[in-house]
Nanobody, 124 residues
Framework: QVTLVESGGGLVQAGGSLRLSCAISGRTDYVAAMAWFRQSAGKEREFVSGISYNGGYTDVAESVKGRFFVSRDNAKNEAYLEMDILKAEDTAVYYC?????????????????WGEGTQVTVSS
């Protein structure tokens, strides 16, 4: 079994930054590619960014391109989402997810393991 735990969420003013972390524990070999999704109130969960196992490939949604940056440290079994120039519309619960294939997908149904989520609130 593998467990993902997000941290780093909170309340921030528009224009500010936050860094989310996702700690991977247990059978860490069950996950390779990692991704971040988010869900705002009343909306479906959406893909934010993903990263391949070796970190050489990243994908990012158009809505956050140039503001959000995904990374990982396999030695620490952690993945990160650096969020800059935050906007009110970035307010959501952010989830990290993983699957056993090397490259990330934008489809949430491709992911086998999910964290519980961390709330990010951006005040305007």
């Amino acid at each position: 079994q593998v467990t993902l735990v997000e941290s780093g969420g909170g309340l921030v003013q528009a224009g500010g930054s936050l860094r989310l972390s996702c700690a991977i524990s247990g059978r860490t070999d069950y996950v390779a590619a990692m991704a971040w999704f988010r869900q705002s109130a009343g909306k479906e969960r959406e893909f934010v960014s993903g990263i391949s196992y070796n970190g050489g490939y990243t994908d990012v949604a158009e809505s956050v391109k140039g503001r959000f940056f995904v990374s990982r440290d396999n030695a620490k079994n952690e993945a990160y989402l650096e969020m800059d120039i935050l906007k009110a519309e970035d307010t959501a619960v952010y989830y990290c997810a993983g699957h056993a294939r090397e490259y990330p997908s934008q489809r949430e149904e491709d992911y086998t393991t999910w964290g519980e989520g961390t709330q990010v609130t951006v005040s305007s």
